[in-house]
């Protein structure tokens, strides 16, 4: 049985998938560092405040809330402006 035309990959088809994936791999470096973080701020977030979590149940419990990820990033982010 001989293969059809459609059924083969050729070298056209090796470039192009080639310089895809080199794009990605080029343009995935970023510095997420420098750009702002962007937070909604409600009256719940200066009325809830999360302790550390006591065991890794409450760590996966409080990592689905994203009141308790903004309140870890606020926190960073002003220790990061106290020390320089």
Not at 46 to 58: C, G, K
Request: hydrophobic residues 35%.
């Amino acid at each position: 049985m001989k293969p059809t035309s459609r059924s083969r990959i050729g070298p056209g088809h090796t470039v192009f998938v080639a310089v895809i994936l080199i794009a990605f791999a080029v343009a995935r470096p970023t510095h997420a560092g420098n750009e702002p973080i962007h937070l909604v701020t409600d009256w719940s977030h200066r009325h809830v405040m999360f302790s550390a979590p006591h065991d890794s149940m409450d760590q996966d419990r409080l990592s689905r809330d994203p009141r308790y990820i903004q309140q870890l990033i606020r926190r960073d982010a002003e220790r990061k402006d106290r020390h320089g």
